[in-house]
Structures are given as structure tokens and as C-alpha cells.
């Protein structure tokens, strides 16, 4: 999976990208994660890279040159036939496991991101295919949602993570919360970890666990739920 990121904070992605499963899955060739900043293909002689809105209000908006030819010089350089282009976005489809599963089968994605009030609306008509929110809340640019994309579907390719099982059982499987986990010591503060994960008998330890992901899944979010029993009734 190739990411490529047109951003004008090109330094926000290196801490992230250079720590942990992120450092070692670009180290292991899994991923590759090519940085684009939109202000270098800025044709203005101040490098600008955002004007006022047409017919007025707050803030400023990105213009559609510099990103344009951000997107050309990768569409060119990587010989990309209709890649995917997201952009990161408040108004987007709010993200999830599925749409993760869903990308994670691209071979490129383009990420874009905005800042200040967003970007030119021609820009959206004209390359984006896809526009993407983390969550109905609003962040000073798209940077941070990059990042928590690229690193999502990341995991969800084959040997990023240690185990194939690591992602399998996870939250948002089957529309499941994960149930409760617990590792050494047995005892901490007086709290014991529960017998039946010490028993060793693998058919109560998925019971208990089946259980415990339902339970948690009812309290905290019934619209999952909702789903699960929908999807039981289809089976
Ligand atoms: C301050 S926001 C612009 C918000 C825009 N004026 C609006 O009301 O929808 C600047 C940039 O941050 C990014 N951004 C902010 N919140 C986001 C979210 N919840 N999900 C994805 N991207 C977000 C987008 O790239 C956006 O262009």
C-alpha cells in the first residue's frame, strides 16, 4: 500500500511515522508513506497558498492551483490510473472499521489535506473521490485525520501486525466491542483476574468472552447492537 500525502505541515507526519508498528512496517516495506508539500507547487511568487472567500465570511480558504499541481506531479510520477483521493473532511462520511477494511484494499490512496476553512470547492469536483471525517467535530486541519487513516488500514495489511489474529478479534469485528482484557499480575490491588481465563479451557474463556463483548456492546452502543441482532436474524 502506497499512501501519498499532500499537506502544507509536511513536519507533523515525522514523529508519528517514525515511531512504533508505523516506523517498522514502512522498514519492512508493507507500506511506503510519500510526503507532498502543496506550498512547493504554489506558481504564486510568495508561495501563497490561500485567498478570501468568494462573497465573503471568516478565515481563509486553500486555492486550487497548488493542490492541483500537487496531485498531477503524483498522479505523473507514480504512473496512477483513477487513484482514490480522500479528502479529510468534517462534511465527509464518518470513518469507520468497514471503511477501513474497504480501503485497505487499495494499492495508492492520495490524502488530502485541508486547513484554515477548507479548500476550493473546484478542487473536490475535480480529483476527490472519496471525502472522509474522523468524527462530527472540528480540527484546525487534516493532518491528525491522515495520520488516523493511514494508520488504521495500515494494520489491516497482511504482516504489519505480529499476528494475523491481532486484528480478528478486535473491537468493531462483527460489529463487537472487544471484551475486557487482563495480563500479569493474577492479583493487583486486590483485584483478581477472573477465574475462568486462568482455567485454561479455551470453550468458557470464548463464552466468557462472547458474553462479556455483547454485554459491553449493549451498554455503550446499542447502534452496534442493533446491528449484530440484524445480521444474526440474516444468517
Ligand atoms: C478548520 S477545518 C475547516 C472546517 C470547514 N470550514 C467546515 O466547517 O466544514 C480545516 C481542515 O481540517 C480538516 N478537518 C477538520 N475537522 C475534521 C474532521 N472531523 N475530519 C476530517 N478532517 C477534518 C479538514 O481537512 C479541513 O479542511
Not at 104 to 128: A, F, N
Amino acid at each position: 500500500m502506497r499512501f501519498h500525502v499532500m499537506t502544507l505541515f509536511p513536519s507533523i507526519f515525522d514523529a508519528y511515522l517514525n515511531e512504533s508498528m508505523m516506523k517498522k512496517a514502512i522498514e519492512n516495506k508493507k507500506i511506503s508513506v510519500d510526503i507532498y508539500n502543496i506550498r512547493d507547487f504554489s506558481k504564486n511568487k510568495h508561495k501563497k497558498v490561500d485567498d478570501y472567500p468568494f462573497g465573503g465570511g471568516a478565515g481563509m480558504v486553500m486555492t486550487p492551483q497548488p493542490i492541483y499541481d500537487t496531485y498531477d506531479h503524483i498522479v505523473k510520477k507514480n504512473n496512477l490510473k483513477n487513484p482514490k483521493v480522500v479528502y479529510l473532511t468534517p462534511k465527509g462520511k464518518v470513518f469507520n472499521q468497514t471503511i477501513a477494511n474497504s480501503l485497505s484494499k487499495e494499492e495508492d490512496i492520495i490524502l488530502l489535506c485541508g486547513h484554515y476553512e477548507g479548500i476550493d470547492q473546484r478542487i473536490i469536483d475535480l480529483i476527490v473521490t472519496d471525502e472522509i471525517s474522523i468524527g462530527d467535530y472540528v480540527l484546525t486541519g487534516g493532518e491528525l485525520p491522515a495520520l488516523i487513516l493511514i494508520d488504521c488500514i495500515s494494520r489491516l495489511i497482511p504482516g504489519v501486525l505480529g499476528k494475523e489474529e491481532s486484528f480478528m478479534e478486535e473491537s468493531f469485528k462483527d460489529n463487537l466491542l472487544e471484551y475486557p482484557q487482563y495480563t500479569r499480575p493474577r492479583e493487583f490491588m486486590g483485584m483478581k483476574v477472573p477465574d475462568v481465563l486462568l482455567s485454561g479451557n479455551h470453550k468458557l474463556i470464548d463464552e466468557w468472552r462472547k458474553n462479556k463483548s455483547i454485554q459491553i456492546t449493549s451498554e455503550r452502543r446499542p447502534d452496534l447492537m442493533k446491528k449484530v441482532i440484524k445480521n444474526d436474524k440474516n444468517k
